[in-house]
């Protein structure tokens, strides 16, 4: 059993959004256009623990997708995420919204953040932040030919690497650098150096593993093996003939760059 409990006022406002609303699809127009009208966007929110700017949640008639957010992170790029999987600070109305469709899906509440407030989306070194005189390690976020966007290991602060050696680089990467000069352009920091070494270390990165939330029973009955008039496969028959089995569905990994 998990111990979390919803914020006070979920049930209540969940049935306010869903009054008249029937079935799931119209009870997800209803919770979207609620989103739409109380929920002030574009607003900073987290997913995954990576600080976004949540720009719009919409909904396309998929009832088994559901709500989706589009979501823009700190380097301009976009990317769309299951609703259920942004949070936002705690106390705002994005929260409390979401805290109503989780309700609706059935998830356990988003645990409640009460260390201070959310972090700036854009939070990058400063000058003299870094010791030049000492390695430095580096995550690889987004890598290019002769840079790569960084975040300075164990911390938020994001960097852009200038080397001609993170070229074939992955994102989650560690490189060590040894710096030979750190300077701003155009209000952005940059560091300068060779890379002594690299290496793919999960632990450090200090990840968030992806959840699984159990879905309604499948049956392979029912699902789709060909056209009626089409023998079932060998391979096939002995899935069918085990019957119903659990089903479950992972948390959605961000997209990448592309």
């Given at each position: ?102 309700r609706w899906l059935g ?91 690299r290496r793919l270390d ?57």
């Amino acid at each position: 059993m998990d111990d979390r409990e919803w914020p006070e006022g979920t049930d209540d406002l969940l049935d306010e959004i869903l009054t008249d609303a029937y079935g799931d699809d119209e009870q997800l127009w209803a919770l979207r256009q609620a989103f739409e009208d109380d929920v002030p966007l574009p607003a900073d929110a987290y997913v995954v623990g990576e600080p976004v700017e949540v720009v719009e949640i919409d909904y396309d008639g998929n009832a088994r997708a559901g709500l989706a957010a589009t979501c823009r992170r700190p380097d301009g790029g976009e990317h769309v995420v299951a609703a259920w999987n942004v949070a936002f600070p705690e106390g705002s109305e994005g929260a409390r919204y979401v805290a109503a469709y989780r309700r609706w899906l059935g998830i356990v509440p988003e645990p409640q953040r009460k260390a201070g407030p959310l972090r700036p989306r854009r939070h990058e070194a400063a000058a003299g932040e870094l010791d030049l005189d000492a390695p430095i390690e580096l995550v690889v976020l987004a890598p290019k030919q002769g840079a790569a966007r960084c975040r300075i290991l164990g911390t938020g602060r994001l960097i852009t690497l200038r080397s001609g050696e993170v070229w074939d680089t992955v994102p989650g990467e560690i490189v060590t650098v040894r710096a030979r000069k750190q300077w701003r352009f155009s209000g952005h920091p940059f560091l300068s150096g060779s890379v002594e070494g690299r290496r793919l270390d999960v632990e450090a990165l200090g990840l968030v593993p992806l959840r699984l939330r159990g879905e309604w029973p499948w049956d392979p009955n029912e699902h789709y093996w060909g056209e009626e008039d089409e023998p079932l496969e060998e391979w096939a028959k002995p899935i069918v003939a085990r019957g119903p089995r659990p089903s479950f569905e992972m948390e959605q990994v961000l997209p990448g760059e592309d």
